[in-house]
């Protein structure tokens, strides 16, 4: 069965601080992998996605995750965090099943940036 | 290019009450999407349509929960009757493609007294 895990439930960083968010997927074949932003009441903005090829992908607002087949993990990055950026983040693998194309989401991280 | 739409944003009602939310997706976009979202959780899928007809329920309360498309275009989700662990976020969402993008709408936040 498709699962997501994100180890970390709260993050705290300094503005201007690099960020990296952890994922950790299982999935028995080769993952579609996202990461979703939510502000407080907000839909969910998709970050960036892998689908295959390049297993370094860039996202929007300066993002970029890295899929690391070995150990099933899509970690997200950013080098410079902004106060903007302060918000739920969500880590989610889409799964093929019999004609359907379901999203898992892990629980999510929320990150504070502190000034 | 609008987005997904969504009505009401926020509802309470009581327990044993009946609720029903109204999603319109993106034009064009076949396949829609109903999450539930759980305060501290992600969301989780309850039901999909690619068009009108139903792709996946199974993770969908069907003792209490209904979803339809009619047309193929705008859905309803309904409750009927709400329990208090039904208070959440409702989330519609809409695909063009099946492993494209799934674009969320803001939600619609119940809470169950």
């Known amino acids: 069965a498709q699962s997501v895990t994100q180890p970390d439930i709260h993050i705290t960083v300094s503005e201007g601080a690099s960020l990296e968010l952890r994922c950790n997927y299982s999935?028995?074949?080769?993952?579609?992998l996202f990461w979703y932003v939510q502000s407080p009441g907000q839909g969910l903005q998709l970050l960036l996605k892998?689908?295959?090829?390049?297993?370094l992908v860039q996202g929007i607002k300066g993002f970029e995750a890295e899929f690391k087949r070995s150990q099933s993990s899509f970690n997200l990055r950013k080098p410079s965090v902004h106060w903007s950026d302060a918000a739920e983040y969500f880590c989610?693998?889409?799964?093929?099943?019999?004609?359907?194309?379901?999203?898992?989401f892990g629980t999510g991280t929320r990150l504070t940036v502190i000034p | 290019e609008a987005g997904v739409a969504q009505s009401p944003r926020y509802k309470i009602i009581e327990k044993r009450q009946s609720v029903a939310f109204w999603c319109n997706p993106i034009?064009?976009?076949?396949?829609l999407y109903w999450y539930q979202q759980i305060l501290g959780q992600g969301p989780k899928l309850l039901i999909q349509?690619?068009?009108?007809?139903?792709?996946?329920d199974s993770q969908l309360p069907k003792d209490r929960f209904s979803a339809e498309r009619l047309k193929g275009v705008d859905s309803t989700l309904k409750i009927q009757p709400a329990k208090l662990e039904d208070s959440a976020v409702y989330l519609c969402?809409?695909?063009?493609?099946?492993?494209?993008?799934?674009?969320f709408g803001p939600g619609t936040r119940l809470t169950v007294l």
């Open positions: 034009s064009g976009h076949a396949t």
């Open positions: 999935y028995g074949a080769t993952p579609y």
């Open positions: 989610a693998v889409g799964a093929i099943q019999t004609g359907a194309n379901n999203l898992f």
């Open positions: 349509f690619q068009n009108n007809g139903v792709v996946d």
């Open positions: 969402a809409s695909t063009q493609h099946g492993y494209n993008e799934q674009f």
């Open positions: 892998y689908f295959s090829g390049d297993t």
